[in-house]
């Protein structure tokens, strides 16, 4: 497993780089904003700042910030693949490279 903190900030379909594809699972917690996540087999879905979600992480995924400049989301990653991690650093910007700052989740 890998969980990453990601800032979604994409609003737009155009400002996305690519859609997300790799073998295994991830949920996805939301911290800080809204998202509407994306797939290829379902109708894209909404969720807020303490919802999450669980996805086949084989499926095509985005998120993009709904109602908000960037949202700030808890990805937690499982997959057969040993470079999982390093694949998911090279989805992300540079942002993902700091150290994980200590985030109180009972807010």
């Known amino acids: 497993m890998a969980p990453i903190l990601i800032r979604i ?3 737009i379909w155009g400002e996305l780089d690519q859609l997300s594809r790799r ?6 917690y939301v911290l800080e904003g809204q998202i509407d996540v994306h797939t290829e087999c379902y109708s894209p879905i909404t969720i ?7 996805l086949d992480s084989s499926m095509s995924h985005a998120f993009l910030a709904r109602d908000c400049d960037e949202a700030l989301v808890l990805a937690v990653c499982s997959g057969d693949n040993s470079g999982l991690f390093d694949q998911l650093l090279t989805l992300a910007d540079g ?8 985030y109180p989740l009972g807010r």
């Open 48 to 54: 807020e700042t303490g919802q999450g979600i669980y």
């Open 23 to 28: 073998s295994g699972e991830e949920f996805v």
């Open 95 to 102: 942002e993902l490279r700091k150290p994980f700052p200590a």
């Open 9 to 11: 900030k994409a609003r």
